[in-house]
């Protein structure tokens, strides 16, 4: 019995956290255009590495879909397909972008489409969410087609430090991402049949007037997932201020990411 125990209890823990991912992008699509700025950023630099031509476009992690159009704009002549794990952000998405662009609600590590069915996939600060890395690089290798290219932001560790700093306590370290290594996102897609990778980090900081601006900028757009079930309380808040003041800067209260570009091309 126990080896199907294990399976029962991964698969659990598979749909909570679904659950949970699922749940906080839907609470955050109501202010996810307004308060994902750093995102929008972050963004710009796949934009740049976009091929001249794409005809089959999956944007995998698509949010209310502000890329998905962008994306339907820049290859007016192209099929795309934008998936997310929130219904919410899909309904925002469908609600403001229309049905042009196919809308589908699925998990990126077992998206239910066809094998070799695109020959672009972008992903703007998704896959860091999903605890099955294999799962996802297996699909995205089976989803592009032959010289089909994925284009990747994901976050490595040094991402949000002073938000980890100002919540940790001595028994109580803050990790609001459990974040892989850029080595161990190129040793996987290695694993998974990629022979063309190239892996760009970069540095990202932005500023905020206030705690409560930055919690904001995080909360916003689903970041905090990772600490189901915390409970805190107004001296835990008022803490976390105190310490987050200590790194104020001229503008502002910092909040860094370290932003990995993947770019992938299948053989």
Request: hydrophobic fraction near 40%.
């Amino acid at each position: 019995m126990k080896p199907a125990q294990t399976l029962d209890s991964a698969h659990d823990q598979r749909l909570g956290w679904r659950r949970r991912v699922a749940h906080a992008f839907d609470r955050a699509a109501p202010h996810y255009e307004q308060r994902a700025s750093a995102q929008h950023v972050m963004g710009e630099r796949l934009w740049t590495a976009l091929p001249e031509h794409a005809h089959r476009i999956l944007d995998l992690g698509c949010g209310p879909g502000g890329w998905t159009a962008a994306l339907a704009s820049r290859y007016p002549d192209a099929a795309l397909v934008g998936l997310d794990l929130s219904p919410v952000m899909l309904e925002h998405a469908r609600h403001t972008h229309g049905d042009r662009i196919g809308w589908l609600c699925a998990d990126a590590a077992h998206p239910p489409l066809a094998d070799q069915q695109f020959d672009l996939l972008f992903s703007n600060l998704t896959i860091q969410w999903c605890p099955d890395m294999a799962a996802v690089f297996a699909g995205l290798h089976r989803l592009l087609a032959a010289r089909g290219c994925a284009l990747i932001n994901t976050l490595v560790p040094g991402t949000l430090t002073e938000i980890d700093h100002a919540w940790s306590l001595p028994d109580r370290p803050a990790a609001l991402l459990a974040l892989r290594s850029a080595e161990s996102y190129r040793d996987q897609a290695r694993l998974c049949g990629f022979e063309h990778i190239r892996l760009d980090q970069r540095t990202y900081r932005f500023h905020y007037p206030t705690f409560a601006a930055v919690m904001a900028s995080i909360k916003g757009v689903g970041a905090q997932v990772s600490r189901p079930g915390a409970r805190l309380t107004r001296r835990d808040l008022d803490r976390a201020t105190q310490r987050y003041e200590r790194l104020r800067e001229p503008h502002g209260l910092p909040v860094t990411y370290q932003c990995l570009t993947l770019t992938l091309t299948k053989s």
